[in-house]
């Protein structure tokens, strides 16, 4: 046999039992805002054009362009639309901006842990290491948002064998690193169970735009097409989790804007028939079911 992570086990989705999202919705979307401060002159991150030395003003300023203008212009969205998020956090970002966090705070956004910056990757380090950032994101969120984050993002989705143990050991809940299924898993871990809530790496502006170069009104489409394709799936009874994950330098872009606006609005118009939340709401709510439940 082939070497297996033994997380979880299969479920044929025709099996699988059911039950619904709040007030009967079978359709829960929630929006992954992930809020990342990068190093200047070293370290990783997305370009808009690569293999530029260090210092890449280029890149960083593009990058940054999401923090200073990108990401108050998505916030002045979700207020029209009076859509909640849950804010992919890097801990650097307290430093780096500490006023755009404030303002997420102000309208009761949830804060769910990012790492210390997306210039790093946590699965190439020692364990010991991975472990001490772990504890250093979550001390540090703790202090400023005076709770625990309940949900972990590793910066660029990078686990390594260890992390879904280290996160529970630390105190989370749940995990958006796993984009496996349509529906929340429970997974196991040497600490006990952690929910894998799916997070997206389709309807997701890296891979759309910055890798495969989809162009603005392919995405919002694209993001239109999920959603009604999965209201139509959910007819068969069987519940789904919908994620769009967004970054202000990305789609934060004006142009860009105005068509994410178009697709929001979609979604928005169908809000009776929908759960509109976030990850940690699906938490809570699958907290409550019955044992058996949710897969795992």
């Known amino acids: 046999m ?45 370009e808009l054009a690569p293999g530029g030395p260090h210092p890449d003003v280029l890149n960083y300023a593009w990058r940054d362009y999401g923090n200073r203008i990108g990401a108050w212009r998505l916030l002045t969205q979700l207020d029209q639309l009076a859509l909640p998020a849950t804010l992919l956090v ?26 210390r910056t997306n210039s790093e990757r946590q699965s190439i380090l020692p364990r010991d290491e991975e472990r001490a950032l772990i ?15 309940r949900g972990w993002l590793s910066p660029w989705i990078a686990e390594s064998v260890a992390t879904p143990d280290m996160l529970v050991e630390a105190g989370y809940r749940y995990t958006l690193n796993w984009c496996n299924d ?28 910055a890798a495969r170069k989809d162009g603005a009104a392919q995405f919002a489409d694209m993001i239109i097409d999920d959603f009604d394709e999965r209201l139509e799936q959910c007819a068969d009874g069987i519940s789904q989790v919908m994620g769009i994950a967004l970054h202000p330098y990305i789609i934060g872009q004006p142009y860009r804007m105005r068509q994410l606006r178009r697709a929001l609005t979609h979604i928005h118009a169908r809000r009776e028939e929908i759960w509109i939340t976030t990850a940690g709401g699906i938490f809570d709510h699958v907290a409550g079911f019955l044992p058996g439940t949710i897969p795992g």
């Open 182 to 209: 349509d529906q929340p898993i429970w997974h196991r871990t040497a600490h006990g169970p952690l929910l894998a809530i799916p997070y997206p790496q389709e309807v997701n502006d890296i891979p759309s735009i």
């Open 90 to 115: 890097n801990t650097a970002m307290y430093d780096a901006a500490p006023s755009l966090l404030a303002a997420h705070r102000s309208r009761g956004d949830e804060f769910a842990g990012h790492g």
């Open 2 to 46: 082939l070497p297996s992570h033994a997380r979880y086990d299969d479920h044929p989705l025709p099996d699988r039992p059911r039950y619904t999202w709040p007030n009967g919705a079978r359709l829960a979307v929630y929006i992954g805002l992930n809020l990342e401060q990068f190093a200047f002159g070293e370290g990783l991150g997305a």
């Open 135 to 149: 504890a250093q994101c979550t001390a540090r969120m703790t202090a400023e948002e005076g709770v625990a984050p």
